[in-house]
């Protein structure tokens, strides 16, 4: 007697076992998508995070942020316990270009696809759909702009972002393919500053010991473009060096109303998120030809449209 | 002993077998060539958008005062019906025809005044500044998956602007001055967010002077 109800209790239990593992892998259960970021530490990124997130859930999936700190080890962490938790898809901020790829292999594999947003990874097959400024083109509006600024002549400086990172070089190559066509621009300095404010500061110090009469720096980012500014401010040369930047952060952009920064390219860091996580819900709905790259347009705030770019810089 | 050399004998002819199907060799010139075979040529792909797709696509432009009417009074329906673009975001692209006089000639562009006279609407031919993407993207035939790569995309912009540069604009500059009516063809860049119609440009895809 004892025994028979044994079994009977084994039974029912392993019944119930297998009834709460189909109601977890069941229709009704939302689908679970993971929010991989290069780092939290820059309010940039968090916007793209938190905007990422709150578009797939207001399109009825469970959503998750995860910091990879800048490491990729972390971000492998991250994906292999994506994957393990039954996560459905991931939209992803790489911390490597090339670094990031086994990553997003690895998901490949797991049947995740994975949507890449404002930055890449250097391989075309890799993710499903890669959602970038299009910072090339965006370089080209400022580089037209910065011939007309100046009149065609002058010296300037360049100070390049991370020399590893894609934007970096888009950017540059972009502003160069229209600056290039002009041999009275002479570029005397063309330095690496990291994307970072007090470098660019450091650095653009520097290159004014030896090149005093330079009319204008170009900066691979806004960071740059303020650290520039301040070694100009210290320099007593403000007034006569146009600084140029890229991002649209509200710094900048508040400076270009001023008069101090003459033009920066406004990117679009939550079109980009809510476009890969819509991306995510058409995927999931059986969409597949999704374009391997996707740019997103980088509009250039100068000091005739400041005015409509103040309110979107805060945000 | 016979067996080791047996064994000996058959792992030398494993490894040689190994070993040659392990290494090819190839001329270095055979190698650049295919490899050459597979690069987008940009040039090329410019080229013959312009003549297969752009010139007869030219048919289906925009009559530049009509479409300035539209966007005053219908914005979201111009931009939809008439603009395209091969990536997403505000700015949106739209090709376009008209005639207008020429009331100055600039250093970096002609301002031609469009008529009819009751448009009183003054525009800018782009003659200097002729760059971004407004001509590659205005037909909206390209698509975005016909390109491996953006940067790909970037050069054929690159490319058709160049032909513009040197072909299109020097034998009009050549010969434009103020008063004359040109006839034109050519695409507009403009922001369906921040939207300004006072200060249009016009990137020529062709310059006709119809009226000296």
Known sequence: MRNKFTVLLSLLLTLLVVGSCGKKSGADEPKKIAVIISTLNNPWFVVLAETAAEKARALGYEAKIFDSQNNTALETDHFENAIASGFSAVLFNPTDADGSIVNVLKAKEAGLPVFCMDREVNSPEAATSQILSDSYSGCVTIGKYFVQQMNKKGKYVELLGLVG????WARSKGFHSVVDNYPDLKMVAQQSADFDRNKAM????SVLQANPDITAVFCGNDAMAMGAYQALVAAGLANKVKVFGFDGAQDVVGSIKEGKIVATGMQYPKVMAQTAATFADEYFKGKRDFPKKMPVAVEMVNQQNVSDYLELAKN | MLKKGIKYTVALILLLIVGYNSVYIKKLSEVKAAAAT??????????TFWQEKLTPGLAKANNL?????????DKENAFKNYSHALGIGNLRY?????????TASNENDISVTLLPDSVGQEVKLATEFVYGNAVRDALGILSINDFSNTMDMNNVSAEINKKIRTEIIPPFRAQAKKSDVVAFTGAIELNQVHLRLDEIEVIPVSLNLIQK
């Not at chain 2, 597979?38 to 080229?47: E, I, M, N, R, V």
């Not at chain 2, 739209?94 to 020429?102: D, E, N, S, W």
């Open chain 1, 165 to 168: 990172d894609n934007n970096t």
């Open chain 1, 202 to 205: 450091e650095v653009l110090e």
């Open chain 2, 38 to 47: 597979g690069k987008f040529d940009a040039t090329l792909y410019a080229q």
């Open chain 2, 65 to 73: 005062p009509e479409l300035l009417t539209l966007l005053k009074s």
């Open chain 2, 94 to 102: 739209f090709l376009i025809k008209g005639i207008g006089k020429i």
